[in-house]
């Protein structure tokens, strides 16, 4: 089954207890659907840190030195500024 990282561990704790707390139920009830989609085996939630979260870092700014070590990660490298190409 496909696997839904997070880095909010208080968040996949809701999607695991599958019941409402007095902190959990002014939540949206569309949110509950994850605890559903765990129940029916649709998908598992995982906790992932941080800095595994690589879209995360691609929307918020970064250094260039974890920009060069993500590059480096996908077998990417710079060429005279113009540009990201593969090696």
Known sequence: QPVIYGDNKPSLKVIEQHS???RTRHLHPKFF???DWREQALFDFMYTS???QIADHLTKPTTKAF?????TRFSLRRIDGAGV???
Not at 67 to 71: E, I, Q
């Open 20 to 22: 409402s707390t007095k």
């Open 67 to 71: 920009m060069t070590a993500l590059l």
């Open 50 to 52: 941080t800095l595994d």
């Open 33 to 35: 659907e994850l605890q």
């Open 85 to 87: 190409v593969g090696m």
